[in-house]
């Protein structure tokens, strides 16, 4: 991913709401290199040195005074070839002779970027270690340096061309998709200015037109909403944050020179794709990969970052979507109560803070729910034939084996900070709303970089935008384990099921009801169970236990268990008393629950949700072939999770209705 980091990006949120980059970013400048090449320097230093003034300064003194150029370095303390630090160091000195015009400096950073070239990135060198680095780590920071020093460098161009060829930019695949296309393209583009050639600025504004456009398998941009990198993970909080942020700034770079970009399909995905996963300034872990595991509070960082790639790329979009996105991002920096990089568009009192929306939000393509409903929001994580359990590489999220197996996340008030600090110290067996085989695991087990998926297709729901079915066939990560479970989304509950849970490991087998960081005891009563300032839990047969600073809830499915099932409901930050309350109705009614169809129904709202698993008939509905069907009121969603329907004929009150093709998207009838 882009080395460009979160302080960076906060900043670039401040240039964006101070309307910096918009004075630089005239209608039509003049179409000439020599007007136009100026014009790009001077936006680059715009956006990557000025946000580090009165940062980097002393820092670059340091580094200018210490530099002693030899064979084996440019400082004895990182020994070549030092792929991260000593590009950095040069960067640093590099802004701070763009802050503060300092000659030294710049003649300085030159005869370090020479020295580098020269020894470690030198043209026809053999790279060693990881391709990012070469390709995208050190260019990036070297190109960065050159062009803020005014260098017109040919050696360092040629080893940028060594090494992200043509044919890089050429075909979408490989290495050369999503945030790492983006990366890609802004490397050439650094390059173009640094020797200032018209057709390479081109061919790198050119290369983006793959990132912007719909995907149907890979790496990409899905209709639904979905973003994956690697494949096979859902990845908005990481490299989509990177790839959200590289093209704002390639935006701002071309726009209204011959090489303008046309941004309007990264505007469509601001709302599509990436706000539906911030919640009060922070970004849901379920779209952050391997990342997850890398230090606490990692989910604050991604959400201000994809904030302030928001508010950059507002400058480049049209007014109404400009407004619309300051009131989004105010909203999340006045409820996360960061203000770095933010001051002066939280001091703007025409914009209004956008509260958090309230409906449903269903990804089948990467295996994803978002619920949000007044005072709580809900999201599910769920692994399938497309989407892998977990991802784990360099090293990173050893243990994160069970995240797709799953599980359900979830914030009332006061909970914000929950998974903040969680990774570290919770047990990776325990995750909440989980079914898993309790066999051990080695760090690292399946695949790495995400190939970590299932065999089994049934995985996504149905939606009207309020409620919504969703639905897992899950199969154990290196286990024999296999299960149907179901989640119901409702006002101020969900209704999760498990049915047919099968295993042969030789160990126990047990579905994880929820494990909150507590230390409270909860009070029970018949058929339910309240955990003060958390939530209410309906059901019964469930264990508690309190371990580590945790407090545990779980079903003990038993060794090897033939066709076990679950049956509980889940009540986000309600009382003990609502809690009680709600155990006492009949409010709910589970008309099924097994490994052929398992379904809800809620007669106060008219709502009946049936998870087909095989065609058959479940709460007065009727199904001619596995998928998800949602009833509420005179209206009928359905799905097909599985995408291989040709045709469905769902059946409600002796009516026949068909739909060609419903697909995981689904299809909406008004029976009325």
Partial sequence: MSPLSRRALARLGSLAALGTLATLLPARPAHTPDATFPLLRRRWREVTAVPYAGRVEQAAAGHRASMRPARGGLWADLP????????????????????????????????GLAHYVRHVYAEGAEPVGNWWDWEIGVPRKLLDAAVLIGSRDRALAEAVRHFVPDDRLA???????????????????????????????????????????????????????????????????????????????????????????????????????????????????????????????????????IASAVLLLG????????????????????????????????????????????????????????????????????????????????????????????????????????YSDFWHTVDPYRLPGTTVS???????????????????????????????????????????????????????????????????????????VDNRRSAAQPAEGAGWAHLAGHAGYLGEGFRTAGERGYRTFWFDHGVDPRGAGYRYVLLPGASEARTRELAGLGWLEVPANTDAQQAVRVPALGLTAVAFWQPGTAGGITASGPCAVLLRGGRLTVADPRDELAELTVTVDGRDLTFPRPGPGGATVDLT
């Avoid at 991260?84 to 005869?111: K, N, S, V, Y």
């Avoid at 998709?177 to 050119?206: F, H, K, S, W």
């Fill in 171 to 305: 075909a979408y695949r490989g290495r050369s998709t999503g945030a790492n296309r983006v990366d890609l393209c802004l490397v050439r583009l650094l390059r173009a200015i640094v020797v200032e050639e018209p057709d390479e600025v081109r061919r790198a504004a050119e290369a983006l037109t793959p990132v912007f456009r719909y995907v149907e398998k890979g790496d990409g941009f899905y209709r639904d909403g979905s973003f994956l990198q690697h494949t096979t993970i859902p990845y908005q909080g990481g490299y989509g944050a990177v790839l959200l942020s590289g093209a704002a700034i390639m935006l701002a770079l071309v726009r209204g020179t011959p090489w303008e970009v046309d941004g309007r399909f990264l505007f469509d995905q601001v709302e599509r794709s990436f706000a539906p996963f911030v919640l009060d300034g922070l970004c849901m872990d379920l779209v952050s990969g391997r990342g997850i595991a890398r230090r606490p509070y990692g989910d604050h960082r991604r959400g201000q970052a």
């Fill in 80 to 111: 070549y070839p030092s792929l991260d630090d000593t590009p950095a160091r040069l960067q640093t000195m590099a802004r701070a002779h763009a802050i503060t015009g300092d000659p030294g400096l710049a003649e300085a950073t030159a005869e």
């Fill in 438 to 512: 309790t066999r051990r695991l080695a760090d690292g087990a399946g695949r790495g970089w995400g190939d970590t998926r299932t065999k089994w297709r049934w995985v996504g729901g149905a939606s009207d935008g309020t409620y919504a079915i969703v639905g897992q066939h899950l199969a154990g990560l290196g286990s024999t384990l296999e299960a149907f479970k179901a989640w119901v989304f409702l006002d101020e509950a969900v209704v999760c099921l498990g049915a047919g849970i099968t295993c042969s490991d030789g160990v126990a087998v047990e579905t994880v």
């Fill in 315 to 418: 400058e480049s979009a049209p007014a109404a979507e400009r407004a619309r996105w300051r009131s989004l991002v105010k909203g999340w920096a006045e409820r996360g109560g960061y203000r770095a990089g933010f001051e002066d568009l939280l001091a703007d009192a025409s914009v209004p803070a956008a509260p958090e929306p309230v409906g449903h939000r269903l990804f089948p393509m990467s295996a994803r729910a978002v619920h949000r409903r007044p005072g709580w929001t809900a999201a599910l994580s769920m692994s399938s034939h497309r989407i892998g359990h977990y991802e784990h590489g360099n090293g990173e999220n050893l243990r994160g084996w069970h995240t797709g197996s799953g599980m359900l996340y979830w914030w009332a008030a006061g909970q914000r900070d929950h």
